[in-house]
């Protein structure tokens, strides 16, 4: 694989992207063409979420799998996402319900149509795989109240001692068992096979390791990518339509060579306007990104000189950097134990504990903190989290406050304020620890 010259940044209204990044890009363009043609074709649809999804089993029944937030998030970077959620407020939608479900809500009052242009085809069934965030479960009431279709819970125990028992296990594989499966045959009219599923977790598991390979790539100095805004394009496929696909496998690989040959070469990470340059700064960041401002937000980054190399947000739909991989030779024992490991099915502790580890591993200079207003399961507790975090690591820790995908809450002065401030935080820092030494 060929790699051209770093490009040289300057302004410039085209954004630059790394051959992953377009490969990915098509990827999803692909699976939204699936998705709208599905009435033609006569596939059916199984509408999920990201944490704690079971897109193995889901492609076992030949069913397509189609993300509501993924779809939010999706409007958010089309900048369209506003309009959307004053719609859910117009219907009656509180201002502190989750963005992520007024941008789906009023993009159903709006036509439904997915970023193609292209009508969303109605679900034939809604799975939710509860994975701690309980909006999700108002969500497909929602959602359940205006398509009239199947509806399957898969409930998840939380892990508030920070362990999962085989008590637990045991209760999510009889629920898949007695529940899931047999509902999952009568609306697709397809068989359970647990061969078939055997195959798909191999193949789950051969993409998520070349995925943790490109994420530790980024203890090296300087980092090859940028785990937060970077690692967006990174989980997209495996987080939603692919995991389990011969896809998946294709593109972690192809992934995989490309920093690879970026970290031989000794060079950073790819932003919108080019090779980032020097990094002056390393970060771990927590909380979920902004989605309508995405560039503005990621180029006060790169401008600083600033690298995320490691982020909670990129492990919400799994956190794979800890060892869990999907075994095939455990299929309904390996899916519960996936759901009950994701992010947000993680107690504060131990996402202290995560985080604590991301900046001692990755040799940060400190900790900040994205706090999303309409995010109870990303914001409840964060401000602990980040005294904590600090006090533990001897790092600096900085808080800036945005939402998901409502525009209204974006402050590019506020936010461009806070962070030239922590990064002034961190010079003091280190300046001081040179004087000691």
């Known amino acids: 694989m060929t790699t051209a010259a770093p490009a040289a940044r300057t302004p410039t209204r085209d954004v630059e992207k790394d051959a992953s990044m377009q490969k990915q890009k098509a990827m999803m363009a692909a699976h939204y063409d699936r998705l709208t043609s599905a009435p033609e074709t006569g596939a059916k649809v199984c509408s999920t979420f990201v944490p704690g999804n079971l897109n193995e089993l889901i492609g076992c ?22 309009q959307y959620v004053m719609e859910a407020e117009k219907i009656g939608h509180s201002e502190d319900v989750c963005t992520y479900v007024k941008s789906d809500i009023g993009m159903m009052a709006k036509g439904n149509i997915a970023p193609n242009g292209q009508k969303f085809p109605n679900p034939d069934v809604l799975l939710l795989s509860y994975t701690g965030c309980f909006t999700f479960m108002k969500w497909f009431e929602l959602l359940r109240e205006q398509f009239k279709c199947e509806t399957i819970m898969l409930h998840t125990p939380y892990m508030g001692d920070g362990r999962f028992t085989p008590n637990m296990i045991e209760y999510m594989v009889k629920q898949l068992r007695d529940e899931v499966i047999p509902k999952l045959e009568r609306v697709s009219g397809v068989k359970f096979d647990i061969d078939r599923l055997r195959e798909r977790l191999k193949k789950s598991a051969q993409a998520e390791d070349d995925l943790v390979h490109v994420l530790q790539t980024a203890r090296n100095t300087p980092s090859p990518i940028d785990a937060y805004f970077g690692g967006i394009y990174y989980i997209g496929p495996i987080f939603g339509a692919f995991r389990g696909t011969d896809d998946a496998i294709d593109y972690y690989r192809f ?59 990129t492990k919400v739909g799994g956190v794979y950097d800890f060892g869990f991989r999907h075994d095939a030779s455990r299929p309904l024992e390996t899916l519960a134990e996936y759901c009950l490991g994701v992010y947000t099915n993680r107690s504060l502790p131990m996402r202290i ?45 900085a808080f800036i406050e945005s939402d998901l995908v409502d525009p209204r ?5 506020n936010i461009k304020n806070r962070l030239e401030s922590y990064f002034q935080m961190v010079e003091q820092r280190r300046a001081s620890a040179r004087t000691a030494a």
């Not at 080019?274 to 970060?283: A, F, P, V």
């Not at 809450?409 to 002065?413: E, G, K, Q």
């Open 255 to 313: 992934l995989r060579n490309e920093i690879d040959e970026r970290l031989a070469q000794g060079r950073g990470p790819v932003t919108p306007e080019g090779d980032m340059g020097r990094e002056r700064y390393r970060l771990v960041v927590e909380g979920p990104p902004n989605y309508t401002h995405f560039r503005q937000f990621w180029k006060m980054f790169y401008d600083e000189g600033a690298v995320v190399v490691a982020s909670s947000y």
């Open 409 to 413: 809450y974006f402050s590019a002065a």
């Open 353 to 397: 504990d995560m985080l604590t580890n991301y900046v001692e591993d990755y040799r940060a200079d400190g900790l900040l903190i994205n706090s999303i207003k309409s995010c109870n399961s990303f914001s409840a507790g964060q401000l602990l989290m980040m005294r904590e975090v600090e006090k533990r690591t001897g790092k600096p820790a």
């Open 61 to 82: 029944f030949d069913l397509l799998n189609n993300l509501p937030e993924v779809n939010a998030i999706q409007s958010g970077l089309r900048r369209v996402s506003g």
